[in-house]
């Protein structure tokens, strides 16, 4: 599974049964940035449903490779995660997956007004499929 935190969603995607692709799966609306309980509810409920083994989160480190307010709030939201679920979590370098993720959305015709619904979720296949890649030596 892969994540891409945000203040006011949380992407996901979940990989193929042979970890061979990334799909994008949905978005968590979230009510606040301390507003957690329903989201970290969600992601639980999605790692049983799916049976996932392994949760890729996205870090949000600044262009120049420093780490940011984003990187941690980030971390702190892993930390409350780890609380939930019991699978590994993996953190994985997300600079310029939301310019990739409009990208993609922009060259499959998708209006800029209807793309926030699943920029979020594009985003979170990006950071998934970055990490299996490098997994898997490509």
């Known amino acids: 599974m892969g994540?891409?935190?945000g203040?006011?969603?949380i992407g996901v995607a979940i990989s193929d049964e042979l970890g061979l692709t990334a799909q994008p799966f949905e978005t968590i609306e979230r009510s606040g940035e301390n507003k957690l309980r329903r989201s970290l509810a969600r992601i639980s409920e999605i790692v049983k449903e799916k049976n996932?083994?392994?949760i890729v989160v996205g870090l949000?480190?600044?262009?120049?490779?420093?780490?940011?307010?984003?990187v941690a709030l980030t971390l702190a939201f892993v930390e409350k995660l780890k609380s939930r679920?019991?699978?590994?979590?993996?953190?994985?370098?997300?600079?310029l997956t939301t310019m990739e993720a409009d990208e993609i959305l922009d060259e499959s015709g998708v209006k800029k007004k209807d793309r926030k619904q699943f920029i979020?979720?594009?985003?979170?296949?990006?950071?998934?499929?970055?990490?299996?890649?490098?997994?898997?030596?490509?």
């Not at 949000?60 to 984003?70: D, F, L, Q, T, W």
């Open 60 to 70: 949000p480190v600044n262009m120049s490779g420093e780490n940011g307010e984003r």
């Open 7 to 9: 203040s006011k969603t």
């Open 52 to 54: 996932i083994r392994k």
């Open 85 to 95: 679920v019991d699978v590994p979590i993996i953190m994985q370098d997300e600079r």
């Open 120 to 138: 979020d979720q594009i985003a979170a296949g990006i950071i998934l499929r970055e990490y299996m890649e490098k997994e898997n030596g490509q």
């Open 3 to 5: 994540l891409d935190y």
